[in-house]
T-cell receptor
Framework: KAGVTQTPRYLIKTRGQQVTLSCSPI?????VSWYQQTPGQGLQFLFE???????NKGNFPGRFSGRQFSNSRSEMNVSTLELGDSALYLC??????????FGSGTRLTVV | DAKTTQPPSMDCAEGRAANLPCNHS???????VYWYRQIHSQGPQYIIH???NNETNEMASLIITEDRKSSTLILPHATLRDTAVYYC????????FGAGTTVTVRA
């Protein structure tokens, strides 16, 4: 079966712009979680959505937001981009909280 | 959230078993222990998980102590492709991953 699909794979944005990243979970998975990975901070949890509702949230500023659609696909948005937002953004999906499958990530570069 | 402690790095000879320890002394009774690995900025790959019994799959074995305060991931015959960062996590996805153990398999 198809894995977790993240688009786009690479993205270059300018400071102050906003960006939207997309994540399509494995068919049947209702939970989608988002992570930010940077060399200095490692894998940091952003938020988790389950059945279109945000279930958990990490410690990130309000510039980071997300949503989940009825087909479980999820998007995350970062507004007013800063240089420090350059990172690999990963999403993971799960069926019922048992085991999470990660996508290959979106590499965001802010210049 | 239960926190985990792992050694920062370890080396292993190709073909030998690699034993990766993890301490999770504050784990709750219903929390699972998960192991993932990440190879060079790809998405983390699921390896194995367990609650209190030892588990084995085609990739690895997981040994959990009786008090559940620590566990060991065993890669039975390490290959060069097993070189990666290995993460021990309790209750994904709440909380962030720790620094993990960087495992280098040498020929």
């Amino acid at each position: 079966k198809a894995g977790v699909t993240q688009t786009p794979r690479y993205l270059i944005k300018t400071r102050g712009q906003q960006v939207t990243l997309s994540c399509s979970p494995i068919s049947g998975h209702r939970s989608v979680s988002w992570y930010q990975q940077t060399p200095g901070q490692g894998l940091q949890f952003l938020f988790e959505y389950f059945s279109e509702t945000q279930r958990n949230k990490g410690n990130f500023p309000g510039r980071f937001s997300g949503r989940q659609f009825s087909n479980s696909r999820s998007e995350m948005n970062v507004s007013t981009l800063e240089l420090g937002d350059s990172a690999l953004y990963l999403c993971a999906s799960s069926f019922e909280d048992y085991g999470y499958t990660f996508g290959s990530g979106t590499r965001l570069t802010v210049v | 959230d239960a926190k985990t402690t792992q050694p920062p790095s370890m080396d292993c000879a190709e073909g030998r078993a690699a034993n990766l320890p993890c301490n999770h002394s504050t784990i709750s009774g219903n929390e699972y222990v998960y192991w993932y690995r990440q190879i060079h900025s790809q998405g983390p790959q699921y390896i194995i998980h367990g609650l209190k019994n030892n588990e084995t799959n085609e990739m690895a074995s997981l040994i959990i102590t009786e008090d559940r305060k620590s566990s060991t991931l065993i890669l039975p015959h390490a290959t060069l492709r097993d070189t990666a960062v290995y993460y021990c996590i309790v209750r994904v996805p709440l909380g962030s991953f720790g620094a993990g153990t960087t495992v280098t398999v040498r020929a």
